[in-house]
């Protein structure tokens, strides 16, 4: 995988929570223009943590590079702009009464007129198969439709990287498999964490394994993903749809 | 497990009333109620036309009648407290007064809230010089309140299910327990907001894009209703 510039660059960092717990450990890392890295590793491995600190919400030591240039706190507004997370609970992430003024919220701060505004909503809610949802109440929908409610609400921002925490779960069958296939179809760079294998094994162009803190392995899935005594030994399993030998 | 909001449960109905600009609609019943509580308290005459008044918006609203008059019935023990206790120094025209007044005003707030859905309530009021500080809190509150709700029934339920039928008293450093999870939820659930908030932009200050605009059915609903209120307060004061 070797592309011109990469998109995210991070050399040696490391994070420290406020209570003294470690949570990230000299991770180097390079995702290249318009690949998918999954992240996956056991809970409070720091993955996270470290999905935070992609759009500058934590402070971490260490370099962290988006797009060629370091995030500092100068130029955070641009990173957020080129960096869109979505969170792991949707909850957290659609706190405005309506999904309209959700998807908006992030166009609004970038300062479009109302009418890319309207655009951005109507586009980012038809990536997503909600077209027409702008009226409903965010606290009426279902957890699958928060899910993809919260992704349209950062896709609306048109950013260049797409970070998502646990996309895949608490869905059910067919909400992940559509949330999947949006994804596959998604262009941009993506960082995705999950504890979903079988998703991990189809999204990514390559794996990266973090246990305790620690960047400890990093490739292709049909390498990492398949090694399953390694695997074990992270507290991970092999895909099923592997095992099952598809 | 989502509880529907009762707030607004009625903001779906498509009618005169609900289509008007929640702007005109929340002056007009702002005058309504100034014009109420500034009417003498013998003018029963008055007080009757008011009646008559804020009942044919409702039925121009189609608001279901019982649901606007059980809703209204929760003013009546404030007011009936008050009003009995005026009844023993005052004349009965005091006790009428408060009795009228705060159900007429609450009808007209029932009107309002019934067909006109929060969130746009919440632009209106903004609009009209509302602070910007203030319908933000109430949006938020609006946006949590049910999910606050679900995990008061859920962290309830866990001690429950763990307390083998035990009530009373030794119940209460639970319901300590279950008040302080509480609140450290919804503070690091604030923190998560605020953190998605940033990441999407945020630098201080929300901008709404929704404008409202005036139409000829707010032109004349609001010539009719000021005019029908002028009538009857010429009609009080006369
Ligand atoms: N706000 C915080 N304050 C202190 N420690 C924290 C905080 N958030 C997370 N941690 C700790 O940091 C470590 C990494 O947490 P993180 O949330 O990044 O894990 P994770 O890999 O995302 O786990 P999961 O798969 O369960 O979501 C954990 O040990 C966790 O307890
Ligand atoms: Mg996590």
Known sequence: MSRALPAIELIDVGFAYPDGRIALRGINLTVGEGETLVIVGPNGAGKSTLLLALNGLNAPRGTLKIAGSIVADDNLAEIRRAVGVVFQDPDDQLFMPTVFDDVAFGPLNMGLDEHEIRHAVEDALGLVGLAGFQGRLSHHLSFGEKKLVSMASVLAMNPKVLVMDEPTANLDPRARRHLLSILKELPQTKVISTHDMNAAYVLADRVAVIYQSELVAIGPPSAILTDEPRLLEYGLEMPTNLERGK | MMQSPSVDQFSYLDTTVSRLDPRVKTMCFLAFILCVVLTPPDRYAAFFLYVVLIFSVVFLSELPLLFVLKRSLIIIPFALMIGLFNLFFRPFSVFFNILAKSWLSVLALIVLSGTTDFPTLLKALESLGVPKLLTTILSFMYRYIFTLIDQVAKLERARVAR????????????????????????FERGERIYQAMLARGYHGHAHTPRRFVLTRTDATFAAYFTAALAAIVWQAIQ
């Open chain 2, 163 to 186: 307390s083998y039928g035990r009530r009373g008293w030794s119940q209460m450093r639970a319901a300590g327990n279950i008040l302080g999870s509480l609140f450290i939820n919804t």
